[in-house]
């Protein structure tokens, strides 16, 4: 089981006031009138239109392009190879087949607040601050991302990320970290959850964390620690037995590339990595705008891939993952990646359902998706575009069977008034494990809207005719999202 109303055309009611004035002057020579023009078509009440950002441009606070500095004396800490490698079976996954890429692992060395301020060495940067650096390694692994314990920070602390091996250096303030912790314990997480914050990784073993803080700040007032991490036993962009990335999914799905009439869709679906509990898993979201297209980056996929705040405060997503073109099976250059996390908003299990905030504006030219929460039939054709198994965009194409409803993990058939899911059957590709929460999407006119997410089903190379299930917008919408996306 793989788990705006927008506001009257000003120009409308001038029309109507001109049609009026014309009748009540009539036709001159006693001749019948002529007949008012016919009134436009009213704004459908039924639907939320997409924003396409073009190229507008995007604050990226958290992400900085510069060399990896130089010159630290960096504290460093080494993990042995993990025993059997830490490798992963095909079957090892979160609930409804949601691939795990990374395991979780304890840090001895580092496992309280004493522990890293004992290796801590701090040096002058001659901009008024100083900063220290610790690096972890995790031999053997794909890829690292490291469970910071923030106990304290001082005001003005900044936190980078990086690999000693070279690339990007992620930036983010000590005040968004605090931030990220008080909606943590705000939902009710316990301590040590609430107050752990996720640095990305950087496709190694190693990730290197720096930080920064005011010359006026004691030393003492930063209080850390990693206790765990998670190690990648697969990076999430190479392939490997079973939950491999790039190439990886099932022979019969579809290049997204090779539909440029679903671009803009392709364009509103990020792949999605989570930490739960130190392990790393792969799911799919999909941009929503709201009524006013107000850029407020609400991301929606399933409740079975994130359900609380602890979770949502993890993600990372990585926008355009998709070939560089029509089944070439190279990743596309404009792949970009955020971090930051998100604010979870609503949660359920009924309609399979996560809705929340990115707490960081995801890269230039995304399109924000449009949605419909009116009424759906059978027979309807439906498409989705999707990460199976974290691979690089898919498609998939086919039509809507009946409605549902779904509980512990089975679907049966129901109706409009009690189905909370949509059943649907591909004619073009499937779905798989890492599609789960990805956006359904209808076709009205020449636009496309989200109608819902991804819960899971049968659907398969092997059996292409297994039929998959989503969680029902208008459902979600008419029951909490309509406060956040029309107000």
Partial sequence: MKVHQMARIVWLAAATAAAVAMASCGGGGGGTAEAPPPAPTPTPTDRIEPYDTGDIAAKHAMIVARAVPTGRDIARVVLGPMAGGGLLAKSETLGANVPRIGVARDVPALVGVSDLSALMRWTSTGRGTRAAAFSVTSEGARGVRLGVLVRELPSGAVLRFYAQAGGAVMEVSGQEVMASIERNLQAG??????????????????????????????????????????????????????????????????????????????????????????????????LLNDIGASRTPYLLSANHCISNQVEASSLTTDWFYRSSACNSGVVGADTQRRIGGATLLHATAATDTAFMRL???????????????????????????????????????????????????????????????????????????????????????????????????????????????????????????KQWLNP
């Fill in 189 to 286: 997480a316990l301590d040590e959850a609430a107050r752990t914050y996720w640095s990305p990784d950087f496709g190694g073993p190693e990730t290197t964390v720096e930080v920064e803080i005011p010359a006026a700040a004691a030393v003492s007032s930063v209080k850390l620690a990693v206790p765990r991490l998670s190690h990648y036993v697969v990076s999430p962009d190479e392939a490997h037995e079973g939950i491999g990335k790039v190439g990886e999914s099932g022979s019969c799905e579809v290049d997204v590339m090779c539909k440029p009439e679903f671009m803009s869709q392709s364009r509103s679906v990020a792949r999605m990595l989570f930490v739960r509990d130190a392990n790393t898993y792969l799911c799919t979201g999909t």
């Fill in 359 to 481: 707490n960081v504006a995801p890269p230039a030219g995304v399109v924000y998706a449009g949605s419909y929460y009116g009424n759906l039939t059978a027979g309807q054709t439906l498409a989705g575009v999707h990460h199976p198994k974290g691979d690089l965009q898919k498609f998939s194409s086919g039509t809507m069977v009946r409605f549902s409803m779904c509980a512990n993990g089975t679907c049966f058939s129901s109706d409009a008034s009690d189905g909370t899911y949509l059943t649907v059957g591909w004619q073009q590709g499937v779905t798989e494990g890492g599609s789960s929460g990805s956006g359904l999407f209808h076709t009205l006119g020449d636009k496309r809207y989200v109608v819902g997410q991804l819960f899971g089903g049968a659907s398969s190379c092997q059996t292409p005719a297994g039929l998959d299930h989503y969680g029902r917008f208008d459902v979600a919408y008419r029951n909490a999202l």
